[in-house]
């Protein structure tokens, strides 16, 4: 407040220009906090953007209540809530570590972390399996000297993610939602996602070729890796409720009780840790479909569109909207579920904005190393175009 009227001392416009810089600067801190928010939540930032300017166009009335699927929304948090207990307890990082140990080079590692993430995203989905293992990739590759071998394992590692997710529905956000909002029969749903999923396998494992089969030194720091018994077998019990519930042979309301009245005594900070931002991308993206779909060019453009290719259709979409978004939008419009649900899978990779968990991966190697950005970004694109390609052709013959 001194410094202000010192200033002001010195004359009129002086203190009009020191005022405004004064009040410039308080303003800096906002909006860079703003900011970061953004690029840390850019989907949902997106999403609430699509959202209000849908509402503008479709203003709110009773019909809003229709646009929310609370079977998906459940058993996301539901999933989301039990995996966060059992990272607290260090459970996926030291296994994966314990499944690194057996190996003896940076190739068999690179194999090791590739299946890993395959499995991960299967249980806890691929956003979860990459913040889980991503890192240990980094270290696996890091202190074993092979840095210019990390790029093209966290590359792996995010395709695998991606693409691991497809064979289950609680595998990939825009599977669960596919799932409860069409009704698919649970064998239906694996047998369509089988040939892609086996596929896909089979072309990062021989992309795992590329990585040098150098020696790793990794120490073994078993008192380290002790579980909590009863926590672990608390926690997984829980788990495959949530199992359960997905498949819907456990009631989606008794399951959540369960959890969350478990976690409040156990761990309450897991349910802190709940990615709420991704539900909350799940709400916006509902309001933003239900209005799209009430809209008569919008819904005469889609519906001609997807009558045309719906796999096509959902796979382009994905690289310009993301693959979450893309299965909601679309779903509106078709009742084609086979070729939507390969076309919003596939469709997880090509772009950096594809898939969400591409975000992931992308912010974590920048990271570590933001001197190679491009570098980093010229491999992804070359990895997932041809993953793309070969996935698209696969399915347009599936779907023929």
């Known amino acids: 407040m001194n410094t202000v009227f010192a200033r ?163 595998g990939n956000p825009q599977n669960l939602y596919l799932y409860a909002h069409f009704h698919i029969p649970t064998a239906e749903f694996m047998s369509i996602m089988l040939a892609p999923f086996c596929v896909s396998i089979a072309l990062v494992t021989l992309c795992c070729l590329f990585v040098p089969a150098r020696k790793l030194k990794i120490s073994d720091r078993r008192e380290e890796d002790r579980l909590p018994a009863g926590r672990t077998a608390f926690y997984l019990t829980l788990f495959a409720m949530t199992i359960l519930m997905v498949f819907r042979i456990l009631p989606v309301p008794m399951v959540l009780a369960t959890v969350v009245i478990s976690l409040m005594i156990a761990d309450r900070k897991a349910l802190e840790m709940v990615d709420y931002g991704l539900l909350m991308t799940f709400v916006c993206f509902f309001v933003f479909a239900g209005n799209m779909a009430r809209l008569t060019p919008v819904r005469q453009f889609f519906s001609d569109l997807l009558q045309k290719n719906t796999l096509l259709t959902a796979v382009l979409s994905c690289q310009g909207i993301s693959n979450v978004p893309t299965a909601i939008l679309l779903s509106q419009f078709t009742d084609n579920y086979r070729a939507l649900l390969l076309g919003v899978n ?12 591409s975000l992931i991966t992308f912010r974590e190697y920048t990271h570590h190393y933001p001197e190679d950005t491009r570098g980093y970004l010229l491999r992804f694109g070359a990895y997932n175009l041809g993953f793309l390609l070969v996935l698209t052709f696969l399915a347009l013959y599936l779907c023929r």
């Open 8 to 170: 002001y001392a010195c004359g009129e416009a002086g203190c009009a220009v020191n005022h405004s810089a004064v009040e410039a600067r308080n303003h800096i801190p906002g909006l860079e906090r703003v900011g970061a928010w953004i690029r840390k939540n850019a989907v949902l930032a997106i999403a609430m953007v699509l959202a209000g300017i849908s509402a503008f166009l479709v203003p709110p009335d009773a019909e809003y209540a229709g646009y929310f699927d609370g079977k998906t929304l459940g058993c996301l948090f539901g999933t989301l809530a039990v995996v966060c207990a059992l990272k607290n307890i260090r459970f996926f990082s030291i296994l994966a570590r314990r499944i690194i140990l057996l190996t003896g080079n940076a190739r068999t590692a690179a194999v090791a972390l590739v299946y890993i993430t395959f499995l991960g995203s299967m249980l806890i989905a691929n956003d979860m399996a990459l913040i889980t293992f991503l890192p240990l990739g980094y270290l696996v590759f890091s202190i074993a000297g092979r840095r210019q071998d990390v790029a093209t394992v966290f590359i792996l590692q995010n395709i695998s993610a991606n693409l691991g997710g497809m064979l289950t529905p609680f």
């Open 346 to 357: 596939i469709g997880g990779t090509g772009t950096l904005i594809a898939s969400l968990a």
